[in-house]
């Protein structure tokens, strides 16, 4: 390259933001890291079926993880379960480990993005960020912990931002399907729109269903450290988000939800937390009018209400102590009726379960003064795809790389530590989702 035609801006440019292209020194546009573990099979597999999708329809990828023997078996599974032999002799195999450092550099210095699939995030996902940071690879991960999330935003979004690195948590389940949402719903509504709520249900088929108990413990440890969130949140030194039109209205702790027609509960996840740093990003990054949000989940009739009840008690005094956390981690299936489960769901239980988020909004209409009297047009929008946790994550994970790596023009003009709607807002995201059964639409 002739750096004669290159203007100093543009050199500039170049130097701030990492590459989004392979190159003889970074030969892989993607590497999954905690491939062997439960959810990062299903994530090798998704990413071998859309491989075509990458740049130029061809995309270099990886594995990586601690054990060589154990990533050669997910290979070769993935290659049996797609019927494609040739993955067993295509895809290379690296061995990194996060105890390891020096193996975590050398893989991320390989990677244009690195899709970190090892939780509980707060054990393992610090040490992946900082080398990817340092190491000019990007990171998509799937967490579901707002500690984790947002302690990733403190420490390292200055340093993500110089060099040009994008680091974007909760790319899963937790929390595409409601940030997305979200954003959909605005674009759809023909106004201001000031306020959404959200309905979440999930079925399972005839076989039942269950999820891997890695979620379990997340929620645990979370939930042991709840005081420690409160004070993080204080070193941001955030002022309020302003509150365009009405307040909304916070639900009960239990209430019967005319929506769904079925008991709900606030959702626990770390969807509000989430929907609320994409908020903040746009409204002051983009000076876009800012929308509130409630999430609330159905639990079914009375019936779940009163095992919810029993779990609940029996949840919130165990996790308080380190026995009781140690009893909730050794019985998951016991303490949690049979929901989390240390065998994770069969592949024909994945095949029956679904899931269903309702957004109800309301706002102003064009041409209405968001300032003066009340909300005068309301929306509803629905998210449905498969199983959330080993069909919807990985199609959600890979998803967000191929978009990355397609349309880095349409990212944030900086890099950083951003949530997904504030990386993917004005992506095409959303269309490649649809085509990959996680599907949008207006009610």
């Given amino acids: 390259?002739?750096?004669?035609?290159?203007?100093?801006?543009?050199?500039?440019?170049?130097?701030?933001?990492?590459?989004?292209?392979?190159?003889?020194?970074?030969?892989?546009?993607?590497i999954i890291f905690g491939a062997s573990g439960f959810t990062g099979q299903f994530v090798v597999?998704?990413?071998?079926?859309?491989?075509?999708e990458g740049p130029k329809g061809n995309l270099k990828w990886a594995v990586a993880g601690r054990n060589r023997t154990k990533l050669e078996k997910v290979v070769e599974q993935a290659a049996g379960a797609l019927s494609m032999p040739e993955l067993k002799s295509e895809v290379d195999i690296l061995v990194?480990?996060?105890?390891?450092?020096?193996?975590?550099?050398?893989?991320?210095?390989?990677?244009?993005?690195?899709?970190?699939?090892?939780?509980?995030?707060?054990?393992?996902?610090?040490?992946?960020?900082?080398?990817?940071?340092?190491?000019?690879?990007?990171?998509?991960?799937?967490?579901?912990?707002?500690?984790?999330?947002?302690?990733?935003?403190?420490?390292?979004?200055?340093?993500?931002?110089?060099?040009?690195?994008?680091?974007?948590?909760?790319?899963?389940?937790?929390?595409?399907?409601?940030?997305m949402g979200v954003i959909?719903?605005?674009?759809?509504?023909?106004?201001?729109?000031?306020?959404?709520?959200?309905?979440?249900?999930?079925?399972?088929?005839?076989?039942?269903?269950?999820?891997?108990?890695?979620?379990?413990?997340?929620?645990?440890?979370?939930?042991?450290?709840s005081n420690k969130l409160r004070s993080l949140r204080k070193k941001f030194g955030h002022k309020p988000l302003p509150v365009v039109g009405p307040k909304i209205k916070r639900r009960g702790t239990l209430f019967y939800s005319n929506e769904l027609q079925q008991y709900a509960i606030p959702f626990m996840g770390t969807d509000p937390s989430v929907v609320k740093r994409t908020q903040r990003y746009l409204t002051e990054e983009l000076k876009e009018s800012p929308v509130q949000y409630g999430a609330y989940v159905g639990i079914g009739g009375i019936s779940n209400i009163f095992k919810l009840v029993f779990a609940g008690l029996m949840f919130f005094f165990l996790v308080k102590f380190s026995f009781g956390r140690n009893l909730l981690i050794k019985f998951p299936e016991f303490f949690s009726f049979g929901f989390f489960s240390k065998a994770g769901p069969t592949r024909k239980q994945m095949e029956g379960s679904s899931f269903r988020f309702i957004f109800i909004g309301e706002g102003y209409t064009e041409g209405s003064d968001p300032s003066e009297g009340k909300p005068n047009g309301k929306i509803r929008t629905l998210v449905k795809g498969p199983e959330v946790g080993y069909v919807a994550t990985p199609i959600a994970m890979v998803q967000a790389a191929l978009t990355m790596l397609n349309e880095s023009d349409s990212l944030p003009n900086t890099g950083g530590v951003y949530t997904p709607g504030a990386t993917f807002a004005k992506t095409t995201l959303i269309d490649r989702l649809n085509k990959h059964g996680i599907q949008f639409s207006v009610l």
């Fill in 1 to 30: 390259m002739n750096l004669d035609f290159i203007s100093p801006d543009d050199q500039q440019l170049g130097s701030a933001m990492a590459s989004f292209s392979t190159s003889s020194s970074r030969p892989y546009h993607i």
């Fill in 45 to 52: 597999e998704e990413v071998a079926r859309t491989a075509s």
């Fill in 184 to 225: 959909y719903t605005r674009d759809q509504f023909k106004g201001t729109l000031t306020a959404v709520e959200s309905f979440l249900t999930a079925s399972a088929g005839p076989e039942g269903g269950c999820i891997h108990d890695g979620t379990w413990q997340s929620a645990i440890y979370g939930l042991a450290d």
């Fill in 96 to 179: 990194a480990d996060v105890s390891d450092l020096d193996s975590l550099a050398a893989m991320c210095k390989q990677a244009v993005i690195v899709l970190s699939c090892v939780g509980p995030y707060r054990f393992f996902g610090d040490p992946v960020v900082k080398s990817c940071v340092e190491n000019g690879a990007h990171c998509i991960d799937i967490s579901g912990e707002p500690q984790f999330l947002e302690s990733m935003q403190l420490n390292y979004h200055d340093q993500a931002a110089e060099k040009g690195v994008y680091i974007v948590g909760s790319c899963g389940f937790d929390s595409i399907p409601a940030d």
